[in-house]
């Protein structure tokens, strides 16, 4: 276990924060370990009840790619991430579900950050008007399980929650009929 020595504010922006921490190892060496600090998000698997997927299709700056997504989003401050994922679902793809179903959370990248992922799967969807956000362009996507499952298996989706998302789906989806 490493003991904090330090901990040094670097940046706090809209999405994600910044920060810098001494550290002493088990060794009793010191290290420096940079720490992104975000709030937490969702990922929703939208499933129509012909089995069909709804993703996102978008572009994303990071890494200078459209990428085809589970619709996901950022947790505002003190928000439940079930209301999270109702609230991103809707905002994203349009679609209202009727049943909202926690699946699984899990750290995105704990090399370097704290974010959690919550995982849920959205069934019983009614399409009532998509709100994104004015920053996001956003095209939707259905696709059938199976062929997603491809996708991922295939590389051809290169987003972790998606994938993750996907093959979660496809260990408990016998469990959902």
């Given amino acids: 276990m490493e003991k904090t020595l330090e901990s040094k504010s670097i940046y706090k922006g809209r999405v994600i924060s910044l920060r810098l921490d001494s550290v002493q190892l088990d060794s009793g060496k010191k290290a420096y370990r ?6 937490g998000a969702v990922g929703i698997i939208p499933l129509k009840g012909n089995g069909d997927l709804i993703l996102v299709k978008q572009y994303r700056k990071a890494v200078e790619e459209y990428l085809l997504e589970l619709p996901a989003g950022k947790l505002e401050a003190g928000e439940d991430p079930g209301e999270c994922a109702a609230r991103e679902l809707k905002e ?18 704990p090399g370097f950050s704290n974010e959690v992922m919550h995982v849920f799967i959205a069934t019983g969807l009614e399409y009532d008007e998509k709100k994104p956000d004015e920053d996001e362009i956003i095209k939707i996507i259905e696709i059938n399980h199976e062929e997603a499952l491809d996708m991922a298996l295939n590389g051809k989706l290169r987003d972790a929650k998606t994938i993750t998302g996907i093959l979660l789906l496809s260990m408990i989806k016998n469990d959902m009929t």
């Fill in 34 to 39: 940079e720490i992104v600090e975000h709030p």
């Fill in 92 to 109: 994203e793809t349009g679609y209202r579900a009727r049943n909202i179903r926690y699946v699984s959370s899990f750290y995105t990248s």
